[in-house]
């Protein structure tokens, strides 16, 4: 038996009372975008988010006693990934007349464009609407750019459902109010589509209190969510959205014939959190039952007023749904959501392993089309020497007006491609150097994902996107000197602990913590359907190969057939892995210097071989010092009491030696 909720009364941040005296999103960003200066007040900034951007200053060009440089970051909003040919030829002119010269894909399958100035703020986002785009709810406390699977799979129907529902909920939890065209379009509502009737009717059923008293915003009200609010919509056994980290996720049921019957229900994902705040995780999202299709907008509603009324608006770090799913537990959430709801949820319907996929190359699409995805090295499209990615991609827009998916895995898709054209396309990506063939990437590059972090993000504290390219060689030169040549695993790094790329569910997690120093979570599963778990608090970035090297021995020596990096680690435990670590004795001692690696592989007398072989760019042939085996010992026994990687403590002995009266000097033999 269902009840009307009654939520309590709670305490409100500071932030909230911005959003309550805003006037629905208005002030003070209308009043601000009219004074000629650089940047927002604070106020301003917190309400703009809600518009799809996030003021920054580039980092990099911070001079002492000098003004910020400030510009703005402004996202998309498209539901699935959907960008059409003429939305993408304004993002790449935006880019280029506004913006940094560059293109980013989000891994939420929207578009970010850095570097855009205040006084050029407004032709921007006007270009994008009138070009079928949106920035509105990108960001800020409300519901962000619902996710689908991006394959554009036309003789598989629950594909085609996802993107429906992804664009139907996306329409459904867009913010009502006016503000968004009165600033940006001067009050003119441009239509980008006609929208769905069901969806209509649905935003103005009320059902047990789910709508509130408030005529500008009947589901939001006038302070709108407690935090950012996550969905996606998804098929049995497609995981490329990663489910387990949204708020609510739908996964399309289907019958035999391939017709619509309704969808299961996940809720309580998301991953942000704030290093030493014990309190704050992340957390995979649970299983809350089967809905109709008939009720799904009314379901999505009930969930969305759950966490309206009851979500933490006191304290910011705890406002996520995903910690009322902790606090209270699934059976109440669900008793909750089913007030609003007014009926029972079913029990979910019986569902496929879920399985990662990125539709990378050439592959048809199911109507004698086909559809291309092309990998994008961290989301980033530039040209930058021979390497033209952003001038192939407009070249083959403007050639030859085709769709464009974004995907979760900050890639892109063209499709509805006739297979006439095929070779032209093709053409154009070898003449500009753009890989279009998966089998030719390196899979660690293939699977990884990192955030742009510094220099624009306020919030990072350490390098992602300008790391992630050297330490990916970095391990690869790892894994092949260990003669793992074949073997990948999932790596995502951010600049900070709030997720943006990830890296929870990954099987190597980077998460940035203090400058060239990072929190590494290991035993993600490759597949997304498991979480990592904190390994170290704190590596500095020049110790990764002396960190991952033991733990990558154990893996190779102990792992079971066909098991994965992730699914090792999440077995073995850390404890196994930590008492592997201590024990290793290894062959080598490496230690990475300006200039590469100092190895010290023993020889059958127990020194070492030397070599002087010039280093190469992957990381092999690196010259190499003598270490007699007891030095070797005592070098151990030092760097375990003193707490440091032996390579850290023998660069460290070198150098003072050779800065001090033992010097080599200048005119020593090489």
Not at 233 to 253: E, F, K
Request: with cysteine.
């Amino acid at each position: 038996m269902v009840k009307t909720p009654n939520p309590p009364a709670q305490k409100l941040s500071k932030v909230e009372g911005l959003k309550e005296r805003s006037n629905y999103l208005r002030e003070p960003v209308l009043t601000e975008l009219l004074q000629d200066t650089k940047c927002f007040t604070e106020d301003a900034t917190q309400i703009l988010k809600f518009h799809g951007s996030y003021q920054q200053d580039n980092r990099d060009n911070r001079v002492k006693g000098q003004e910020k440089d400030y510009q703005f970051m402004v996202r998309t909003r498209s539901p699935g990934g959907f960008i059409p040919p003429q939305l993408y030829l304004t993002f790449d002119k935006l880019a280029q007349e506004y913006g940094n010269g560059t293109l980013r894909v989000t891994t939420r399958q929207g578009f970010q464009l850095h570097g855009i100035l205040k006084k050029n703020l407004k032709a921007a986002i006007a270009a994008m609407i009138k070009s079928m785009g949106s920035t509105l709810g990108a960001c800020g406390d409300l519901n962000r750019n619902v996710m689908a699977p991006p394959a554009p799979y036309k003789n598989r129907p629950e594909y085609d459902y996802a993107w429906k529902y992804a664009d139907n909920i996306a329409d459904l939890l867009t913010p009502q109010s006016g503000a968004y065209y009165e600033i940006w379009l001067d009050g003119e509502k441009f239509i980008s589509g006609e929208e769905d009737p069901e969806v209509k009717a649905a935003r103005q059923r009320n059902g047990n209190g789910i709508n509130i008293n408030d005529k500008a915003e009947p589901l939001y009200g006038d302070r709108y969510m407690p935090r950012k609010f996550k969905c996606a919509v998804t098929v049995p056994g497609d995981n490329s959205v990663d489910l387990y980290s949204q708020d609510v996720s739908l996964v399309v049921i289907t019958n035999d014939q391939g017709e619509l019957e309704g969808f299961n229900v996940f809720a309580g994902g998301g991953l942000g959190r704030t290093h030493n705040k014990e309190e704050t995780f992340p957390r995979l999202a649970d299983p809350i039952g089967y809905v109709d299709k008939n009720d799904v907008y009314d379901l999505v509603k009930a969930i969305v007023a759950t966490q309206r009324d009851y979500g933490d608006r006191t304290n910011r770090r705890h406002a996520r749904m995903k910690y009322l799913l902790e606090d209270w537990g699934v059976d109440k959430f669900r008793a909750t959501v089913e007030d609003y709801f007014g009926k029972h949820l079913a029990p979910l319907k019986p569902l496929p392993p879920f399985k990662y996929e990125d539709f990378l190359g050439w592959q048809e699409q199911g109507d004698g089309k086909l559809f291309l995805g092309i990998s994008i090295e961290n989301g980033r499209i530039k040209d930058e020497g021979a390497f033209k990615l952003r001038t192939a991609l407009r070249e083959i827009v403007q050639q030859f007006n085709l769709p464009i998916r974004l995907t979760p895995h900050h890639n892109l898709i063209f499709y509805d491609i006739d297979p006439n054209l095929r070779s032209q396309i093709q053409q154009i990506l070898d003449q500009y150097g753009v890989q279009a063939d998966p089998a030719a990437l390196d899979p660690l590059l293939r699977y990884s994902m990192a955030c742009p972090a510094l220099p624009t993000c306020g919030l990072a504290t350490t390098e992602s996107e300008r790391a992630m390219p050297g330490i990916l060689d970095r391990i690869r030169a790892l894994v092949d000197k260990l003669g793992m040549e074949q073997e990948h695993f999932v790596v995502r790094m951010t600049g900070c602990p709030n997720g943006c790329a990830r890296p929870y569910m990954a099987e190597i997690g980077f998460v940035g913590i203090l400058p060239e120093t990072y929190q590494i979570w290991l035993g993600g599963s490759p597949d997304q359907t498991r979480l990592a778990k904190t390994y170290v608090n704190k590596l500095h970035i020049n110790d990764l190969e002396s960190f991952l090297e033991p733990i990558l021995v154990y893996f190779k020596q102990s792992r079971q057939p066909g098991e994965s990096f992730g699914d090792f680690c999440d077995r073995v435990g850390f404890d196994a892995i930590s008492q592997f670590v201590v024990s290793y004795e290894p062959a080598t001692i490496a230690a990475e210097s300006a200039n590469g690696a100092i190895n010290t592989p023993s020889d059958s007398n127990g020194e070492v071989v030397t070599s002087s072989a010039p280093i190469t760019a992957t990381g092999k042939n690196r010259p190499r010092i003598t270490v007699r085996q007891d030095v070797y010992a005592r070098l151990k026994e030092a760097a375990t009491r003193q707490g440091k990687p032996m390579a850290q403590l023998a660069t460290e002995a070198l150098e003072a030696y050779l800065q001090g009266s033992g010097s080599l000097g200048a005119d020593s033999p090489e």
